[in-house]
């Protein structure tokens, strides 16, 4: 039997078609999926539930003083919150130190509505037993700054100097494991097990890791603030454990925020 | 304006431009002096991990003022110093069971403050190595040490050199990523034992 | 009444998807407290799912579905501006309804 050139041209070029097709698909990484994986599922973020208690929050008188939220001043003026979170950390001249989203809710919530500092600091974060207030509200808050361009200043004297020992602690190598956050963060194209780690001094990895906290986290069925990450982190560095929005935390959350500063914020965000 | 002034301002910019690092020097040492004080006060003890633990040794604040980039003078003192720690087993058997390596190298647990005090800690291995022909989930922290034993054989040297590695990674490169398990009580002789084993021994599935 | 739902469903040549996202634990009755006790099982049973009075989508849920459950169904028919209504009954005899607007 002899075949036609024509088609026997038609049949290399469709075996080569299918071949390209099935390289192509086989080029598909672990990493592609993953992403793949996130975005089928960020229609359904269950974050949204804590943001719509924050904001019930916000507005309603809570607290010994019975008041609401509505006149805390996040940085941008009382009772403003669209766009706060694109500024924060920041120098606040009513307590005269750098703040973090957390820790100005904290201030809030101490001085306005009269709430004892111990009965917040005690249990920060969600948990299964027990949402957390503190956590809801700054997961409102940093929702209506959701495609907004983050522009943390390190103008003022003291948000420069939040910079520089943010950077410090970064780098700062301690513990059992001599780790620092720099020990898995410093580097490009690295992964613990299959998990991608982000290069903190790398804009872009930068960006796109910090725009997309704080987030819910599948695998732990919670929303996690970004204090709840530096805690995380640190535990996991066999450090002791940093206190809720002490000054060390609030530094390094500066060092980290300004690496990303450019990116829209994406948060609430939804990992795995 | 005359040449006198001119000297004398050349003469004093060019003094504050010398004294220019030599005043930034004086700057980040009071901001690294400031940031231990800080890291001091705001940790406390949780669970096993204690407060002390952010005391930093020589060799780690050494590392994190140079940014992991030692002068060739500090980075040989610094190894010389903790080769001296090395401990090897007194009998000279430096290979263990594999079996329990690969189980050890399998386990991330350990040292936290969320881990119990009375549960060994695990090797922590595949975090940060791949290891096992037949283990996808590993990190790339690390250089993979798939086939280890097959590519470098398994004379007593290597045996030591592992051994050794396990025991005091700054040994042999004093700003190492990897945690010193033997010199800091993470491991015991008898896990390095089985993870030298689990390198180098043929039957194991990393060299299979 | 249970937590509210977050529902959203838009038409498209002539298919409603509708998009919803629940609240709830969703406990197997395998799972341990800190403590080391079994925490109770609590799941959602049934869902239904119903537009101009017809039932668009019903489910028979178990252990299996996960917390804070996101299910995504299309059905036939619907246009803007109409209501699409979905409830949940769980294994402790709560239920939950809430309803969304179709969108364009």
């Known amino acids: 039997m002899r075949t036609s050139n024509v088609s026997k041209a038609i049949l290399v070029l469709a075996l080569a078609a299918s071949h390209m097709a099935l390289a192509a698909e086989t080029e598909v990484s672990d990493s592609d999926r993953i992403a793949q994986y996130r975005e089928m599922i960020s229609d359904g973020n269950p974050a949204d539930f804590d943001e719509m208690a924050g904001e019930t929050l916000w507005k309603t008188p809570g607290g010994p003083n019975k008041a609401s939220l509505e006149t805390c001043d996040l940085g941008k003026g009382a009772g403003v919150v669209k766009g706060v979170y694109t500024a924060l950390p920041r120098y606040f001249k009513d307590t005269g130190k750098v703040q973090d989203l957390e820790s100005r809710l904290l201030t809030c919530m101490t001085t306005i509505q009269g709430i004892p500092e111990e009965a917040i600091t005690a249990k920060p974060f969600n948990s299964d037993k027990k949402k957390s207030d503190i956590s809801s509200l700054a997961t409102y808050v940093v929702g209506q700054s959701k495609g907004m361009k983050m522009k943390v200043s390190v103008r003022h004297p003291k948000e420069k100097e939040a910079y520089e020992i943010g950077k410090r602690i970064f780098n700062y190598r301690a513990g059992p494991y001599d780790f620092a956050c720099s020990t898995c963060h410093a580097t490009s194209n690295v992964r613990i097990r299959l998990q991608d780690l982000p290069n903190f001094n790398v804009k872009k990895d930068a960006q796109s890791a910090y725009s997309s906290w704080p987030a819910y986290r599948v695998s732990q069925g919670q929303t996690r603030s970004f204090q709840w990450r530096l805690n995380d982190c640190f535990r996991q560095q066999r450090f002791p454990e940093p206190k809720f929005v002490s000054e060390a935390t609030i530094d390094l959350a500066m060092f980290l925020a300004v690496s990303a500063n450019g990116v829209e914020y994406a948060g609430p965000g939804l990992k795995r | 304006m005359n040449a006198k002034w001119m000297i004398g301002m050349v003469a004093s910019v060019s003094l504050a431009v010398l004294a220019m690092p030599v005043q930034a020097a004086k700057a980040d040492a009071a901001l690294d002096a400031k940031t231990a004080e800080i890291v001091k006060r705001d940790f406390r003890d949780k669970g096993i991990a204690k407060a002390d633990r952010v005391i930093q040794d020589e060799l780690q604040a050494k590392c994190s003022q140079y940014l992991d980039k030692l002068p060739p003078k500090l980075k040989l003192?610094?190894?010389?110093?903790?080769?001296?720690?090395?401990k090897f087993p007194a009998d000279g058997n430096m290979m263990g069971d594999w079996k329990a390596?690969?189980?050890?190298?399998?386990?991330?647990?350990?040292?936290?403050?969320?881990?119990?005090?009375?549960?060994?800690?695990?090797?922590?291995?595949?975090?940060?190595?791949?290891?096992?022909?037949?283990?996808?989930?590993?990190?790339?922290?690390?250089?993979?040490?798939?086939?280890?034993?097959?590519?470098?054989?398994?004379?007593?040297?290597?045996?030591?050199?592992?051994?050794?590695?396990?025991?005091?990674a700054k040994a042999y490169n004093a700003c190492a990523n990897m945690p010193r398990f033997g010199y800091r009580g993470v491991l015991t002789e008898a896990n390095i034992k089985d993870l030298v084993a689990l390198l180098l021994d043929p039957e194991s599935p990393v060299n299979k | 009444m249970g937590n509210?739902?977050?529902?959203?469903?838009?038409?498209?040549?002539?298919?409603?998807?509708?998009?919803?996202?629940?609240?709830?634990?969703?406990?197997?009755?395998?799972?341990?407290?800190?403590?080391?006790?079994?925490?109770?099982?609590?799941?959602?049973?049934?869902?239904?799912?119903?537009?101009?009075?017809?039932?668009?989508m019903e489910a028979q849920w178990g252990q299996s579905i996960s917390k804070n459950p996101y299910v995504v169904f299309r059905f036939k028919g619907g246009a803007a501006g109409e209501k699409v209504t979905v409830t949940w009954i769980d294994n402790k005899g709560d239920s939950r309804i809430d309803e969304a607007v179709i969108s364009a």
């Open chain 3, 4 to 56: 509210p739902m977050k529902i959203r469903a838009s038409v498209k040549d002539g298919v409603t998807e509708v998009k919803v996202l629940m609240q709830h634990e969703m406990a197997t009755g395998l799972g341990k407290d800190a403590e080391g006790a079994l925490i109770p099982a609590w799941f959602i049973t049934e869902v239904k799912a119903q537009h101009q009075g017809r039932t668009v």
């Open chain 2, 77 to 86: 003192k610094l190894e010389t110093e903790q080769a001296e720690s090395l």
């Open chain 2, 101 to 168: 390596g690969e189980k050890l190298a399998q386990d991330g647990s350990g040292m936290t403050w969320s881990d119990k005090a009375d549960k060994p800690a695990g090797g922590n291995c595949y975090n940060c190595h791949r290891l096992s022909t037949k283990e996808i989930s590993y990190g790339t922290i690390g250089p993979s040490l798939m086939n280890y034993g097959k590519i470098r054989g398994n004379g007593e040297d290597i045996q030591r050199h592992v051994y050794g590695h396990i025991y005091n």
